[in-house]
C-alpha cells in the first residue's frame, strides 16, 4: 500500500509539491481552508500534468493514476494516517507556528512534520511541537514539477532518522535532496535574495529598466531569468518576507529591503500572481 502524505497549503508551491508526490506514486491529500483554492490548485495539477503528457514525459494512464491518487480536503483533521505532512502555506512566522501546532495535535505519532519555509528557522518552527525530532525544512524550488533542488533543513533537535527518511522521500520523487544547515534564509534565498534586492534598487535609482537588468543577468551571467522577472515569479510579497527574516536575523544592513519593493507590495503589485509587478501581465 502507497505511504499517505500530506499537503498543507494549495497555493502555487503546495499544488506543485502535491503534483509530484501523486506523480510518484504517493496517495496524496491536499488541505487549504478554501475549497477555491483547492479547485484552483488541483486544476493547475491538471494543466501542468496534461503538458507533461503532450511532452511525452508522462504517460496518460500514469496521468490518470496520479490524479486518481490526489484527493482534497477542507480540513487538517485530514493529516491523520500521513507518515510525511508537508506545510506550505504562506511565509508568515506566526501563521507557521499556529498550523504546527495544529498539526502536531493531530497527526500521527510516527509521522514526520516538513515545512516549505524558504527562510524561517526550522528550530523555532520545531520548538512549537512535542515532537522537535520529527520536524524539518523541505524547501522545493518553483516551479516544483521542473526543478530539480529540495533543500533539506535541519532544526537543532531534527533525528538522523527524520532526515535519511526525508532524503529518500525527495530521490524517490526524482529530486536532488541537498542539506544545509538551519540559518536564515538557508542557502538559495540568502544568496538570491541579496541580488534580487540589488537588482530592485538598481531600478529605485535609474541605472536601468527592468528589461535592461534582466538583460544584462541572462546575457551576462547566463541565467535563464533575469531577477526581476523571478522576483514577479515568486511574488514580491515573498520576496519582502523573506528580506526582513534576513535582516532580522542576521541584523546585516545588507539584507535591508529596498524602498522600491515595499511600494510595490504596499499597492497590491506583488507580480504574475496580481497581474502586475515589475513587468504587466
Known sequence: ????????????????IAHVFAQGGFD???IDVAQAALDKGRATIEKNMARQVEKQSLTDADRTAALGRLTLSTSTDAVAGAALVVEAATENRDLKFRIFEELDAKAG??????????SISITE????????EAVIGMHFMNPVPVMKLVE?????????ETTQRVVAWSTTLGKVPVEVNDFPGFVANRILMPMINEAIYCVH?????????????KLGM?????????????GLDTCL?????????LGDPKYRPCPLLRKYVAAGWLGRKSGRGFYTY
Request: glycine share 12%; no cysteine; charged share 15%.
Open 1 to 16: 500500500m502507497a505511504e499517505r502524505i500530506a499537503v498543507v497549503g494549495a497555493g502555487q508551491m503546495g499544488n506543485g
Open 109 to 118: 505519532a510516527g509521522a514526520i512534520l516538513a515545512t516549505n519555509t524558504s
Open 241 to 249: 518576507a523573506i528580506l526582513e527574516v534576513l535582516h532580522d536575523g
Open 28 to 30: 496524496v491529500v491536499m
Open 205 to 217: 535609482e535609474s541605472v536601468g529598466t527592468p528589461a535592461a537588468i534582466d538583460q544584462v543577468m
Open 222 to 234: 547566463n541565467h535563464p531569468m533575469g531577477p526581476l522577472a523571478l522576483a514577479d515569479l515568486i
Open 152 to 160: 533539506i533543513i535541519r532544526g537543532l533537535a531534527t533525528s538522523d
Open 125 to 132: 518552527i520545531a520548538a512549537r511541537t512535542k515532537r522537535p
